[in-house]
Each structure stands twice: as C-alpha cells, then as structure tokens.
C-alpha cells in the first residue's frame, strides 16, 4: 500500500469538500478502495477522519452559541444508536449491495449540491417525528457506508426549511456522536489499520484547515459546491463501472 499516495489524495480531497462546508469521507472512503485498499478497512478510516474534524467544529459551534440543542437531541440519539448497526450490518450484506448504496448516496449529495436552492420552512412541523426519522436513516447509511450520515442529515433538513446555520451547527455535532459510535463498532471488529488512520487524518485534518482559511478568506462556497457535486457525480460513475 503506498501511505503517501493516499496521504496527498486525502489532503487535497479535504481542501477541495471543506471550503464547501462539506466533510471529505464520501470521497475518500471510495479513493481509498480503488487504492486497493479493503472497503472493510477504508470505512472506519472515513469515520475516524470525520470523528476528528466534526469534534472540532462542535467545540466551536458551543463556543460561540450556535447549537440549538432541543432541535438535534432526536437527529442525535437515533443517528448515533442506528451508526452501528450499519457498521455492523456491513460483515452481511454483500459487498455489490454496499457499493450501489454508496452509488445512490452520492448522486443524492452530488444533486443536492449543485441543484438545490434552501426554501423558507412553511409552519413548524414536528421536530421529534423528522429528526428521528431523518437520525436513524442517516446513522444507518453513514455506519454501513463509513460516511458519518452528514451528507443526508444537512441536505435534508434544508430541503424541509431549517435555517442553514442551525443545520450546520447540528450537523456537525451528530455526525461526530454517529462517526464515533461507527468507528467504535468496526474497532470491536477489527478492521482497523492504525498505520493508515494516522496518515489519512493528518492529511485530512491539515487539509480541512486549508480549506476552511480559504473559504472564509479567498473563495465562494457555493461555487465550490457544484465542482464538489461534479466530482461526487465521477466518482459514482467510476463506482457504476467498478460494479458492472
């Protein structure tokens, strides 16, 4: 396995995903298996990658106020109860299954990336029933795909009107609880790689840094967005080929 590759991939993918306020797994878990690096083993890589950078936005977000605690508690609980249960759930379904899972989740960020325009939420909702829902589905998918479930949750909860920095901020705190748990359950089975967590999430986390200097200080985020859709759109025609 050559590290260095995959140390410089994982730091310029998270240069590229945090400028667009968006986590680096759900590119660098996929880069990683075509590395030839087992699925098994790259899963728990993109958790403990998004563990790490979600930690620190979370002390932030506290820092300065922004978590709306009553509106994530549901998103959280069941988000970080369901991300084992698809980290563990991933030993049983067939690896082809997983694949066209993931295939479908990045056409759903990529879409939501370059298409989708937030909408002012009409009336107020039930705020328990939708995180609950929306929790569970993502922890689930972010468990079994070693994604961290953010790239529903956020999407989501945008399209039903929440306001986007609310949802950033909770976002951001879920998917460390769900990403940890996920880890947590593939360390209990083994599939670890310390070699390989130490040299991606330094190259992820210095590259998250870059990426976030540069979106407060050099670039548009929304410009971002879109090349980040096209790229999510790649990489899940590279997996369609993969799999057929």
Do not use: C
């Not at 509106?71 to 609980?77: A, D, N, S, T």
């Amino acid at each position: 396995m050559d590290y260095i590759a995959v140390g410089i991939i994982a730091f310029i993918l998270s240069v590229i995903f945090s400028i667009g306020g968006v986590g680096s797994a759900i590119a660098i878990v996929p880069t990683m298996m075509w590395l030839g690096i087992p699925l098994m083993v790259a899963k728990p890589t993109g958790l403990f990658i998004n563990t790490l950078s979600m930690l620190s936005a979370t002390i932030k977000n506290i820092k300065h106020g922004k978590l709306d605690h009553r509106f994530g508690l549901p998103i959280l609980v069941m988000a970080t109860i369901f991300a084992p249960l698809g980290a563990y759930s991933g030993k049983f379904i067939p690896k082809e299954y997983v694949l066209w899972i993931f295939i479908i989740f990045l056409l759903y960020s990529g879409t939501m990336m370059i298409f989708f325009k937030p909408r002012p939420r009409d009336g107020d909702g039930n705020h328990i029933v939708e995180g609950s829902l929306i929790g569970g589905l993502a922890g689930f998918l972010g468990g079994l795909l070693g994604v961290g479930g953010g790239g529903i949750i956020s999407p989501t909860l945008i399209m039903l009107g929440y306001e986007p920095k609310k949802v950033a901020a909770t976002t951001a705190l879920v998917v460390f609880f769900s990403s940890l748990s996920g880890f947590l359950t593939y360390w209990g089975m083994g599939a670890l790689d310390w070699k390989l967590l130490g040299v991606v999430s330094i190259s992820a986390i210095t590259g998250g840094w870059l990426g976030t200097h540069l979106m407060h200080f050099k670039m548009s985020s929304e410009q971002v967005k879109k090349v980040i859709g096209v790229i999510l759109y790649l990489i899940a025609l590279k997996m369609v080929l993969k799999v057929l």
